[in-house]
């Protein structure tokens, strides 16, 4: 398996995606902010295709989209989580404008379909490096946040009492969120994000509620998937992003039993 670059790559890539999904995805359930994250998911296929509508790479305008998104959700501050149909609107809506992007360039079906899905096979080292370049500054960013953060998700009204902003606390963490999504798209595309964000952190709750621990839990499910997914992939040739769904259900579920 090893023998094939595009293999090594495609370990490298979903390591690197993997473990940080698994840490800000802890910090978004914690928040409950999980569909938040999944509109961010939807407003990235909006920029990506509209990158490729004006001949720029695609990951380039998820980043954009996606960072711009979360700047304008974390402006809510804490009343984000009671603005389900707001947020779900603009989903909708984005997702209408990334169809319509494409409708003037019907060529790109393929590129379509891994946007949608992922294509962690696909992974060049162009793409590889700006991968590590989003993780590394995401996770320092929620490294200089994290105190802050967790006193705004745990108790919003004495972290504002002390004098500590709630909206730049949310803005900040968004825009972590809006980069994790943006790299989780590679892997397993805008429509499973859910997958590597939520699935392993949400396990990882239902096992401790001590933060060092459940951190950990939940980057080591994350990893655990993404690489047994691609493993399966290859020896099987069923899709990445099929198995590392179906092995993010099992997680969630066994850690669902460990917890009864």
């Known amino acids: ?6 293999m090594i ?3 490298a890539a979903s390591g690197i995606v993997a473990v940080l999904a698994g840490i800000v995805g802890y910090f978004l359930v914690m928040r409950g ?6 509109a961010l998911s939807h407003v990235g296929f909006t920029g990506a ?3 490729v509508l004006i001949g720029i790479s695609p990951i380039w305008g998820m980043i954009g989209f996606t960072v711009a998104a979360g700047v304008g959700m974390g402006a809510l501050g804490e ?3 009671g603005r389900d149909v707001a947020i779900g609107v603009i989903l909708s809506l984005s997702l209408g404008f ?7 360039f019907t060529a790109y079906a393929t590129q379509v379909t891994a946007l949608l899905f992922g294509n962690v096979l696909g992974v060049n080292p162009e793409t590889l490096a700006v991968l590590a370049g989003i993780g590394a500054v995401s996770l320092i960013a929620l490294g ?8 705004a998700s745990l108790q919003p009204e ?4 002390k004098g500590v902003s709630l909206r730049l606390v949310s803005v900040l963490f968004l825009i972590i969120a809006a980069l994790t999504v943006a790299a989780c798209t590679q892997i397993v595309g805008v429509l499973l994000v859910f997958t590597l964000m939520v699935g392993p952190a949400a396990a990882a709750q239902n096992l401790s509620t001590r933060l060092s621990l459940g951190l950990l839990l939940a980057a080591l499910f994350a990893l655990a998937q993404a690489w047994l997914g691609v493993t399966l992939a290859f020896y099987t040739d069923w899709p990445t992003s099929f198995w590392i769904t179906a092995l993010a259900a099992v997680v969630y579920g066994l850690s669902l039993l460990a917890r009864r």
């Open 33 to 38: 902010q999980t569909f938040a994250g999944h």
């Open 158 to 161: 004495l972290a504002e009492a």
């Open 98 to 104: 990334g169809l319509l992007f494409l409708h003037f």
């Open 9 to 11: 790559n495609a370990f």
């Open 79 to 81: 009343k984000l989580a």
């Open 49 to 51: 295709t509209g990158a």
């Open 1 to 6: 398996m090893f023998e094939y670059d595009f």
């Open 144 to 151: 200089a946040i994290m105190r802050p953060l967790m006193f």
